[in-house]
């Protein structure tokens, strides 16, 4: 078994319906992924969704029960990587060899 987030679940999702013409009825999304070759776990999601026809891919995930951001532009930025200091014996080394 994979260990699932749901940024993983989204990039999974809009990966095997790339292409769909949205707006799509379920069996639409469902013959989309057959034929892409997806995975049993997004069959499965897929085919427990409702009956329906879904407007776009935010849709698709909200039945699936992935939190998706409708709006890109409000998605908050990772946090700087915070590097390790480097230690101060091996830069008064440092500081040493350039002189």
Same mark, same amino acid.
Request: positive net charge; hydrophobic residues 40%; charged residues 25%.
């Given at each position: 078994?994979?260990?699932?987030t749901?940024? /993983?679940?989204?990039?999974?999702?809009?990966? @095997? %319906?790339?292409g769909?013409?949205? #707006? =799509?009825?379920?069996?639409?999304?469902? !013959?989309?992924?057959?034929?892409?070759?997806?995975?049993?776990?997004?069959?499965?999601?897929?085919?427990?969704?409702?009956? /329906?026809?879904?407007?776009?891919?935010?849709? @698709? %995930?909200?039945?699936?029960?992935? #939190? =998706?951001?409708?709006?890109?532009?409000? !998605?908050?930025?990772?946090?700087?990587?915070?590097?390790?200091?480097?230690?101060?014996?091996?830069?008064?080394?440092?500081?040493?060899?350039?002189?």
């Amino acid at each position: 078994m994979y260990r699932r987030t749901s940024r /993983a679940d989204v990039t999974r999702i809009g990966q @095997v %319906l790339d292409g769909v013409e949205f #707006p =799509a009825a379920k069996w639409q999304l469902i !013959a989309h992924a057959d034929h892409y070759g997806a995975d049993a776990v997004t069959r499965a999601e897929l085919w427990a969704m409702p009956v /329906a026809a879904y407007p776009d891919l935010v849709s @698709v %995930l909200t039945a699936i029960g992935v #939190p =998706a951001r409708s709006d890109p532009s409000r !998605a908050v930025p990772p946090p700087p990587v915070a590097y390790r200091r480097q230690p101060e014996l091996q830069a008064a080394a440092q500081e040493r060899r350039e002189r």
